[in-house]
Antibody, heavy 127, light 111 residues
Framework: EVQLVESGGGWVQPGGSLRLSCEASGFNFRIYWMRWVRQAPGKGLESVATIHKDGSEKYYVDSVKGRFTISRDNAWNSLYLEMDSLRAEDTAMYYC????????????????????WGQGTLVTVSS | QSALTQPASVSGSPGQSIAISCTGTSSDVGGYNYVSWYQQHPGEAPKFIIYDVSSRPSGVSDRFSGSKSGNTATLTISGLQAEDEADYYCSSYTSRSALYVFGTGTKVTVL
């Protein structure tokens, strides 16, 4: 059974930092792209970042570029999200998800869906 | 990365069929057959229920079906049940970003 378990969330003041972790089990972690998705309280879903199977490619939503870093350790079946310079608008539940599918345009390719999700870890940024 | 447009809410009585639309552009929904749908009950993580416009993962009820016409994808829930009351999100591959884009979300209420 595929399991994704997030940890590391909590309360932090604006400008602070947090490191989220996601421990994966039940599948061959190293052959999947992985993703972080967040959901602000009462709001919709937003893709935050995605990472290649071997960590060689990383992509971010514009609002977190330069502040968040996605990484992974395939030896430990773990995904991470390092969050710096946190803002109130980063307050959200953060989900780890396993990516599937592959779509291509004329210029690039990327994964097309997430088939398994963790239960999430809550990040609150407030003074 | 602009969100796809969904109605804020849709409701129906038990046993009825309802449809949830998801409108994008030729750069996402209209240009590619990579639309997915997710169901989210309150306090829970999203669950993946449709992919590639109309395919169902194993274990998902056949009461859920997907389709697409032009720039609009549609999720249809037939034989509506109380357990279908949840939020539903579409998503689509987009040529404008390496991150697929989500819809705004639709709250389904079973009357």
């Amino acid at each position: 059974e595929v399991q994704l378990v997030e940890s590391g969330g909590g309360w932090v003041q604006p400008g602070g930092s947090l490191r989220l972790s996601c421990e994966a089990s039940g599948f061959n972690f190293r052959i999947y792209w992985m993703r972080w998705v967040r959901q602000a309280p009462g709001k919709g879903l937003e893709s935050v970042a995605t990472i290649h199977k071997d960590g060689s490619e990383k992509y971010y939503v514009d609002s977190v570029k330069g502040r968040f870093t996605i990484s992974r350790d395939n030896a430990w079946n773990s995904l991470y999200l390092e969050m710096d310079s946190l803002r109130a608008e980063d307050t959200a539940m953060y989900y780890c998800a396993r990516d599937q599918g592959w779509g291509c345009s004329a210029t690039s390719c990327s994964t097309t869906r997430s088939d398994n999700w963790g239960q999430g870890t809550l990040v609150t940024v407030s003074s | 990365q602009s969100a796809l447009t969904q109605p804020a809410s849709v409701s129906g009585s038990p046993g009825q069929s309802i449809a949830i639309s998801c409108t994008g552009t030729s750069s996402d929904v209209g240009g590619y057959n990579y639309v997915s749908w997710y169901q989210q009950h309150p306090g829970e993580a999203p669950k993946f229920i449709i992919y590639d416009v109309s395919s169902r993962p194993s274990g998902v009820s056949d009461r859920f079906s997907g389709s697409k016409s032009g720039n609009t994808a549609t999720l249809t829930i037939s034989g509506l049940q109380a357990e279908d009351e949840a939020d539903y999100y579409c998503s689509s591959y987009t040529s404008r970003s390496a991150l697929y884009v989500f819809g705004t979300g639709t709250k389904v209420t079973v009357l």
